[in-house]
């Protein structure tokens, strides 16, 4: 069976329904826990795809200039090989912002404030000739929960999807390197540990019950759009379909 590798960043950010939905497209995973103690590799080589998770952590230095992880650096230097060598690549959250720092791109603290909860981004133009953006809806229901964002893109990196007050949502490197600024692995428990004693939604003035219900309320709609988004990455690094010809494997419902 093919294996992607997957780097989870942070304990309370597991793959969750994202990795049930790249194991029904076909995928092996094989998960890294970096913050627990495992090392990663020098190289991407047995993989046939990357797969970065979120986290609290910052993609940008600390105040002492120390990288935000003792593993980023590292990281940073997968993520290029990745794009490097056109291995499908998927950065998700805290992983997109990495992907972006790693391709001399901006992450710093979003002027606009706080993302949390349910959202839905729009499409950009060029989403319609992406191999994987150009099935999903004019505007997908995402799930928020970050407090920076990608200020300035990598060169040559293509915006596929925005928001008014968080223009780089989601971005291309490459033909096969996907970075999103939101959340679709969460299922409605992942959501309601981070809600729980969060500084966050007190910072906000939210009321933790009130954004867990919202965000369950939209987890349909997101395995609607982003289960078979995740199944179409899932073919591309098995080489079941062409980037530029890739077709859904699923049918998308309202679309």
């Excluded at 990288?67 to 230097?77: N, R, S, T, V």
Aim: charged share 20%.
């Amino acid at each position: 069976m093919a294996t992607a590798l997957v780097i989870e960043n942070d304990p309370t950010d597991d793959l969750r329904r994202l990795g049930e939905w790249l194991t029904e497209g076909g995928l092996d995973l094989w998960v890294l826990r970096p913050h627990a103690g495992d090392a990663l590799p020098a190289d991407l080589d047995g993989y046939v795809a990357l797969v970065v998770l979120g986290g609290e952590q910052q993609a940008y230095p600390l105040p002492d200039g120390t990288p935000g992880a003792p593993w980023f650096p590292a990281l940073e230097g997968l993520l290029r090989k990745a794009v490097r060598q056109r291995i499908p690549t998927l950065g998700v959250c805290l992983g997109g912002q990495l992907l972006a720092t790693a391709h001399a791109g901006q992450v710093e603290r979003s002027p606009s404030g706080p993302e949390v909860g349910p959202a839905v981004v729009g499409k950009r133009d060029a989403a319609e000739t992406d191999p994987l953006f150009r099935y999903v809806p004019l505007m997908p229901d995402v799930l928020q929960w970050h407090s920076d964002e990608i200020t300035a893109l990598p060169h040559g990196a293509t915006l596929l999807a925005a928001s008014t007050r968080y223009p780089n949502q989601a971005f291309r490197l490459g033909d096969r390197a996907w970075g999103l600024q939101f959340h679709i692995e969460c299922d409605t428990a992942m959501i309601a540990d981070w809600a729980r004693d969060s500084e966050l939604l007190a910072e906000l003035g939210y009321d933790p019950e009130l954004v867990v219900a919202a965000c369950d309320r939209v987890m349909a709609d997101v395995e609607e759009v982003w289960q078979p988004f995740a199944v179409r990455f899932a073919a591309l690094a098995l080489g079941e379909l062409d980037a530029a010809t890739i077709r859904p494997t699923l049918p998308l419902l309202g679309h």
